[in-house]
């Protein structure tokens, strides 16, 4: 049953910071201490919750936290609360005059589903529409400082359980490096991120890859392209994912049509909320291309997110999305995400995101707060 007129009535924005339990470096740099923005939205009794996943730096995306907090607290928030909806799928049209800040506005979507949930008496997963009841999972591994460290992190996940690898390369971490990792483990489900460190110069270097069988190679060209995209992937075996090139559906539309990828990485927060992320997991459905939930090294508010997008019937690969202790050593959560020892997370199922913010610890990693109401 639809839940009607929903009136907002407060809106807390807070910005956390937390240290990641290792650091984690991708072609773009290293990230340590997290600064996060959670969004609390009071409706009638209940509360939602969103987190955002700008970075600390302008280099994933333009968006950073600091980008996040201007737009939310100028442009957002004091025109959210108050609102009445019957939908958190309306939230989009709401700032559609809004350019771009596609991160900020996911967060404040989020906890409307959240809400919307609950008031539903439904977890998120179901009122998104998902339909696997568990979610099989990957790892993401940043680079190391020698490959034998490498090496020795992915034996580890793996002994855990999880379903795919995925390793980040640059320039001079790259062939050598897959290569090593080949000859010690010659089966495992292994895929390579680059995160945009290459152009089509690099086509021959690229090409190398072939051999290795990798499940894909996740954006190696430059952030906002398809086109060059599309030229490598005739050029290469190994199947492209795209990850920052993919802003919305009408993106991944085009990236379909022209052959740039194979695979879609859906991050809630890169392409503005759940509604667009359902709608490029509807797109790249039409074309028969799979998609998987990427991570953005989320806290727990997130990643319990992420683990509903994922039960969406196209999330046909592994993600991004694990367990929580190996990122924070206490997460903003309870209780924390837990991956099986075979490789999967549990969609919860009780009503809403199916995880307890953690109160006393979000409080004592608060430094800034603001209120609308
Ligand atoms: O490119 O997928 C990426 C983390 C931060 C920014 C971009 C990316 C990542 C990851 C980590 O790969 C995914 C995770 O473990 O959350
Ligand atoms: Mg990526």
Same mark, same amino acid.
């Given at each position: 049953m639809a839940a009607s007129g929903m009136t907002i009535d407060q809106i807390v924005l807070r910005e956390i910071r937390l240290p990641l339990v290792d650091y984690f470096e991708t072609s773009f740099g290293r990230t340590q201490d997290r600064h996060v923005l959670l969004v609390e939205i009071a409706c009638q009794g209940q509360t939602g919750w969103g987190e955002c996943v700008a970075g600390e730096g302008p280099f994933y995306s333009s968006e950073t936290a600091d980008t996040a907090w201007s737009i939310l607290t100028r442009f957002i928030l004091p025109t959210t609360v108050k609102r009445s909806f019957d939908h958190p799928s309306e939230f989009p049209s709401w700032f559609e005059r809004i350019r771009g800040h596609r991160m900020a506005k996911a967060c404040v979507e989020a906890a409307l589903w959240d809400l919307q949930a609950q008031r539903m008496n439904l977890p998120v997963w179901r009122l998104l529409g998902g339909t696997r009841e568990k979610i099989p999972c990957g790892v993401s591994i940043g680079i190391q400082e020698d490959p034998q460290t490498l090496l020795k992190k992915i034996k580890r996940e793996l002994e855990a359980g999880y379903r795919k690898v995925k390793m980040k390369i640059k320039p001079g971490w790259d062939v050598q490096i897959v290569a090593l990792v080949r000859e010690q483990l010659p089966d495992i489900p292994l895929m390579v991120d680059a995160n945009s460190a290459y152009t089509l110069e690099d086509t021959e270097r690229l090409r190398e890859l072939d051999q290795f069988k990798l499940l894909m190679i996740e954006q190696p060209l430059i952030y906002d392209d398809l086109a060059d995209h599309a030229r490598l992937q005739a050029q290469i075996e190994t199947?492209? @994912?795209l990850d920052e090139s993919i802003r919305h559906s009408?993106? &991944?539309?085009? &990236? @379909?049509? +022209?052959? &740039? @990828?194979q695979i879609i990485n859906v991050k809630m927060g890169r392409v503005g909320g759940h509604t667009e992320a359902k709608r490029v997991h509807d797109v790249a459905q039409q074309y028969g291309v799979p998609v998987w939930c990427g991570g953005m090294l989320e806290t727990g508010i997130g990643r319990a997110h992420n683990i509903a997008l994922s039960t969406l019937e196209n999330f046909t690969l592994p993600g991004d999305v694990s367990a929580s202790r190996r990122y924070y050593e206490r997460d903003t959560i309870r209780p924390e995400v837990v991956v099986t020892?075979? %490789?999967?997370? /549990?969609?919860? /199922?009780?009503? %809403?995101? %199916?995880?307890?913010?953690?109160?006393?610890?979000?409080? /004592? +990693?608060?430094?800034?707060?603001?209120r609308f109401q």
């Amino acid at each position: 049953m639809a839940a009607s007129g929903m009136t907002i009535d407060q809106i807390v924005l807070r910005e956390i910071r937390l240290p990641l339990v290792d650091y984690f470096e991708t072609s773009f740099g290293r990230t340590q201490d997290r600064h996060v923005l959670l969004v609390e939205i009071a409706c009638q009794g209940q509360t939602g919750w969103g987190e955002c996943v700008a970075g600390e730096g302008p280099f994933y995306s333009s968006e950073t936290a600091d980008t996040a907090w201007s737009i939310l607290t100028r442009f957002i928030l004091p025109t959210t609360v108050k609102r009445s909806f019957d939908h958190p799928s309306e939230f989009p049209s709401w700032f559609e005059r809004i350019r771009g800040h596609r991160m900020a506005k996911a967060c404040v979507e989020a906890a409307l589903w959240d809400l919307q949930a609950q008031r539903m008496n439904l977890p998120v997963w179901r009122l998104l529409g998902g339909t696997r009841e568990k979610i099989p999972c990957g790892v993401s591994i940043g680079i190391q400082e020698d490959p034998q460290t490498l090496l020795k992190k992915i034996k580890r996940e793996l002994e855990a359980g999880y379903r795919k690898v995925k390793m980040k390369i640059k320039p001079g971490w790259d062939v050598q490096i897959v290569a090593l990792v080949r000859e010690q483990l010659p089966d495992i489900p292994l895929m390579v991120d680059a995160n945009s460190a290459y152009t089509l110069e690099d086509t021959e270097r690229l090409r190398e890859l072939d051999q290795f069988k990798l499940l894909m190679i996740e954006q190696p060209l430059i952030y906002d392209d398809l086109a060059d995209h599309a030229r490598l992937q005739a050029q290469i075996e190994t199947p492209i @994912c795209l990850d920052e090139s993919i802003r919305h559906s009408r993106d &991944a539309d085009h &990236a @379909c049509q +022209l052959s &740039a @990828c194979q695979i879609i990485n859906v991050k809630m927060g890169r392409v503005g909320g759940h509604t667009e992320a359902k709608r490029v997991h509807d797109v790249a459905q039409q074309y028969g291309v799979p998609v998987w939930c990427g991570g953005m090294l989320e806290t727990g508010i997130g990643r319990a997110h992420n683990i509903a997008l994922s039960t969406l019937e196209n999330f046909t690969l592994p993600g991004d999305v694990s367990a929580s202790r190996r990122y924070y050593e206490r997460d903003t959560i309870r209780p924390e995400v837990v991956v099986t020892s075979d %490789g999967y997370i /549990q969609a919860p /199922q009780s009503s %809403g995101l %199916g995880y307890e913010a953690d109160r006393d610890w979000i409080e /004592q +990693l608060t430094i800034r707060t603001e209120r609308f109401q």
